[in-house]
Nanobody, 121 residues
Framework: QVQLVESGGGLVQAGGSLRLSCAASGNIFRINAMGWYRQAPGKQRELVAGITSGGSSNYADSVMGRFTISRDNAKNTVYLQMNGLKPEDTAIYYC???????????????WGQGTQVTVSS
């Protein structure tokens, strides 16, 4: 089995910062791309940022210049540093990873349980 466990969410005032972490564990052979998604009430889940195993990253336009995604391959962990938070960043943030399990032929998508980020004005 593979698990993704997120941490770091919470309540912060506008302009503040938070750092999310997501650690993958289990019978992992290799982790390909990792990313962060978010879902606000009444809205569809959207990609916030993604990062390849080689470290190339991409961002949603709405967070460009404020959020930074990074990963520690030795720890199977991905991070999201969020600066300059705005009320519209309020959402549940989900970690996603494409993981090839030991003994599997193809990678599968895995999701974390989600962590709430609330930004007050």
């Amino acid at each position: 089995q593979v698990q993704l466990v997120e941490s770091g969410g919470g309540l912060v005032q506008a302009g503040g910062s938070l750092r999310l972490s997501c650690a993958a564990s289990g019978n992992i052979f290799r982790i390909n791309a990792m990313g962060w998604y978010r879902q606000a009430p009444g809205k569809q889940r959207e990609l916030v940022a993604g990062i390849t195993s080689g470290g190339s990253s991409n961002y949603a336009d709405s967070v460009m210049g404020r959020f930074t995604i990074s990963r520690d391959n030795a720890k199977n962990t991905v991070y999201l540093q969020m600066n300059g938070l705005k009320p519209e960043d309020t959402a549940i943030y989900y970690c996603n990873a494409q993981i090839l399990r030991v003994g599997a032929y193809f990678p599968s998508d895995y999701w974390g349980q989600g962590t709430q980020v609330t930004v007050s004005s």
